[in-house]
């Protein structure tokens, strides 16, 4: 009989241990985790951008506990969107907040995107008692009405620039300059690292020009700091031609104002600061034919009205009312009161007064001695009538 129950005994243990194990066998096979992740967006802009490595951090807040990266360095290029995220694997609920930003890179010409981002992590049971990340939301500036998907990232190459101009101008002093004639400009950088124009070798840009308004080309800046550069003309040698030797010295300050590169070009010549340079030269053919303008125009005064057309026709049509009765009549006249003292008076004030024009001084003349010699004769006529 006992050893019947010692047998019982001995089997029912066996099962328990079986059940048992089953139990632990299910137990280890449910997985009581979940894995989070918080992806991260990094774009480059901008037409001459170049590859720079962006780091993005993760700062718990709130006593949350860590990620598996504290910070993340992607290799930005140009026009294209690098992805990545944050990962951790959590193995209970939990419900933490983390700060998302960018670290400024060390390139002056970028414009780096300095949102802060908000991530909020929830993880809760499932229906199945699982773990599971429920909810993760990113948003701007702890604006919860900005809620996205990722963090994102959108940084813009942005360099200041400047164009310096110059204006060249000719004066003619004796002939005209041909029109087709060339001239040549240099601009040197102080130092040779300086930023330049497209088309400079070892830090000399020269462009050729005619009169008129011309520009060296766009000059790039990506970093802050102070460039000094000189402009002068260069001597062609061109005959009849004297060149303008001014130096202009041209500085550039450029200073990352509000995150963003800003350019301020001076033009200087020794201590005066000027708006812009301008290179005069004159020219001279020898021929003593003197020009007023720089465009070559001529200016000239045209001949007195006694070598002209309407010199002659006033000549015509003194000689015919010279030549009728009207005009011995008012010849008459005109001796009476040449040898009076009207004539005297008259005479003095004419070799007094000397202009271009003698046709319109002889006309005025004989309409007031035509006046003069009809009023004579009315005065004769009236007094015979009287004395008759």
Request: proline share 3%; net charge negative.
């Amino acid at each position: 009989m006992s050893r019947v129950l010692r047998k019982n005994y001995i089997g029912a243990f066996l099962v328990m241990l079986f059940a048992l194990l089953l139990n632990i066998s299910a137990f280890a096979a449910t997985k009581y985790e979940a894995d989070v992740q918080i992806p991260v967006k990094v774009t480059l802009e901008g037409k001459k951008a170049h590859d720079e490595d962006m780091t993005i951090t993760m700062t718990p807040l709130d006593g949350a506990p860590e990620f598996d990266q504290r910070s993340i360095t992607v290799n930005a290029k140009k026009g294209e969107t690098v992805e990545t995220k944050f990962t951790k694997t959590f193995t209970e609920p939990v419900s933490y907040k983390y700060r998302i930003e960018q670290t400024v890179g060390a390139t002056d010409a970028y414009v780096y995107d300095n949102t802060v981002y908000t991530a909020v992590v929830f993880v809760e049971n499932d229906d199945n008692g699982d773990l599971k990340a429920s909810v993760v939301q990113v948003y701007k500036d702890e604006d919860k009405s900005t809620k996205q998907g990722a963090a994102e990232f959108v940084n813009i190459y942005a360099p200041a620039d400047t164009d310096p101009p110059i204006n060249k101008v000719v004066i003619n002093d004796a002939g005209t300059a041909p029109d087709d004639v060339k001239f040549h400009f240099s601009m040197r950088a102080d130092d040779k690292t300086y930023p330049m124009p497209e088309g400079s070798v070892d830090g000399v840009k020269t462009i050729e020009t005619g009169t008129g308004s011309y520009e060296f080309g766009i000059m790039e800046y990506e970093k802050a700091g102070t460039y000094t550069y000189s402009v002068t003309e260069d001597k062609d040698g061109v005959a009849n031609f004297t060149y303008d030797d001014t130096a202009y010295t041209v500085t550039v300050v450029v200073e990352k104002i509000d995150g963003k590169l800003q350019a301020t070009r001076t033009i200087t010549q020794g201590s005066d600061k000027l708006d812009s340079m301008t290179f005069t030269n004159h020219y001279n053919d020898g021929s003593g034919n003197k020009k007023s303008s720089s465009s070559g125009s001529t200016s000239s005064r045209s001949d007195s009205a006694d070598d002209g057309t309407s010199g002659s026709v006033l000549g015509a049509v003194r000689d015919a009312v010279e030549s009728s009765p009207v005009g011995q009549v008012l010849g008459a006249a005109r001796e009476a009161v040449e040898d009076g003292p009207i004539g005297r008076v008259l005479g003095a004030t004419r070799g007094a007064v000397r202009t271009g024009d003698n046709s319109f001084m002889m006309v005025s003349a004989l309409c007031f001695i035509a006046a003069i010699g009809v009023i004579v004769v009315w005065t004769r006529e009236f007094m015979k009538r009287r004395m008759k």
